[in-house]
């Protein structure tokens, strides 16, 4: 079958268009430029339509023309696929409506403060129970994030490049898959993607690195934020800093609170209840809702709330929650449910229909997952601790660094198999691992000045 049908029957296919990206990601043995001059000639032969600009432009098979009514609303709808409630459907036909037809509403301090940990749940038993039986994991009663640390690099690239897709990001899987394995960024791509798949990296490292001793405070949102807004927002300042002036919410008529001690109030609040509630996935939920709706951040408010929620799956070795698939008009319409409703049944629906479809991807892999070396468990911080002392160093001839480190801190009948695993880390390491190690691209720059890699 020719890329040219390829391209058109999964047009046909789609009730609600594809884009670019969504393309590319089902084909990825087509070139961006070559699947781009195969749809100008199918839209200049009449056999697909299109509608939008840059990367929201979408296309559709030629039933219904560009600009008609009946176009228009397929592409913007709530797809059909995923199941809602009565009540989700009565939070969609309010926020369907033109914004001029809807009430300005600003923040509801009340919406947090009615909210009792281990009282009130957005989850009910009964929902709590199947979220549970679907993530379930062999690593139940392992130590916290064992099974986050197992699927690390699966996690990394489905949670980087699903995340970055609701932002609008164009990358592809396969695109994603490549920088962040290898380091090298598509072409063609503005910087700016580039930037925020390797930030969501960083900071799903972040999150998986420090399982043990990251809880909802302050020092964790903070920097988790700062790794997901590194070289994005207008301001350096604002990176991993509370908001200091007002926010507007495109397409929504909800005004976030403005002044910067009432954010710092609803926030230590909103931190003091997550902590308390004991259900990672109450607690992970509650975050969507909650985080988002304060917008504490100058932007990045949801990118932060999505890893956030992940928080607690990880510590309780439970599948993640990687929004793959997830449509990002129907995230978005179930956060405006929040934001000018706060009402949670269209955000709940969504979220039980991407946890499913999160599961069933990593269950099936579930077989595959190698056995993680218990050597390089148990002695990771002492490797990534090496490495950088080692690239810190450049003077410093590295294997007589390594050696001396080793036999200086692990056991004799360990050295050789650590001193070995360190070597080779060593020879993985390039600009997209980075802060795993703690490091700069400015000392990594300095170290291969001096010995080459």
Aim: hydrophobic share 40%; proline share 6%; charged share 25%.
């Amino acid at each position: 079958m020719s890329s040219n049908t390829d391209l058109l029957n999964s047009i046909r296919a789609s009730e609600s268009g594809l884009t670019l990206a969504e393309l590319l990601t089902a084909h990825p043995s087509i070139a961006r430029r070559t699947a781009q001059r195969l749809i100008a000639k199918l839209i200049d032969s009449g056999q697909v339509a299109a509608l939008g600009e840059g990367r929201a432009r979408r296309y559709f098979r030629a039933d219904a023309q560009p600009g008609s009514g009946e176009l228009a609303t397929r592409v913007d709808r709530f797809p059909p696929f995923i199941p809602l409630s009565v009540d989700s459907q009565d939070i969609l036909a309010y926020i369907d409506q033109p914004p001029e037809a809807r009430k300005p509403v600003g923040y509801q301090r009340d919406f947090l403060d009615a909210y009792r940990p281990n009282e009130t749940w957005y989850f009910s038993e009964s929902l709590r129970r199947q979220l549970h039986k679907m993530g379930r994991t062999t690593d139940d009663d392992e130590p916290a994030g064992t099974y986050s640390r197992a699927i690390l690099n699966r996690l990394l690239i489905d949670l980087s490049w699903a995340s970055s897709h609701l932002e609008g990001n164009t990358y592809s899987r396969l695109d994603t898959r490549e920088l962040i394995e290898h380091g090298k960024a598509a072409r063609g791509k503005a910087a700016i993607e580039t930037q925020m798949i390797l930030n969501h990296k960083t900071a799903i490292e972040l999150l998986v690195e420090n399982i043990d001793s990251a809880e909802f405070n302050r020092y964790t949102l903070m920097n988790l934020h700062s790794a997901l807004a590194e070289n994005l927002l207008p301001n350096p300042a604002d990176e991993g800093r509370i908001r200091q002036h007002a926010v507007d919410i495109g397409k929504s008529v909800y005004r976030p609170l403005s002044i910067p001690q009432q954010i710092e109030d609803a926030l230590e609040v909103l931190l003091g209840k997550a902590n308390q509630i004991e259900d990672p996935f109450e607690q992970s939920f509650f975050m969507m809702v909650h985080l988002p709706y304060l917008q504490p951040f100058s932007d990045i408010n949801k990118r932060t709330s999505r890893l956030a929620a992940n928080l607690p799956l990880f510590r309780a070795n439970l599948c993640p929650l990687t929004f793959l698939d997830v449509p990002e008009q129907a995230y978005s319409r179930a956060a405006l449910g929040v934001y000018e409703m706060t009402r949670v049944e269209l955000l709940r629906d969504l979220y039980l229909w991407a946890y499913e479809r999160s599961t069933q991807e990593y269950l099936a892999i579930k077989q595959d997952l190698a056995e993680p070396d218990p050597l390089r468990l148990a002695w990771r911080d002492f490797i990534k601790q090496t490495i950088r002392e080692v690239i810190t160093n450049p003077k410093l001839e590295p294997l007589s660094c390594i050696r001396r480190a080793v036999a200086e801190r692990i056991p004799e009948g360990e050295q050789a198999g650590v001193q070995a695993l360190t070597i080779e880390e060593l020879r993985r390491l390039h600009e997209g691992v980075l802060a795993r190690y703690g490091l700069r691209p400015s000392e990594y720059t300095a170290w291969k000045a001096v010995h080459g890699h």
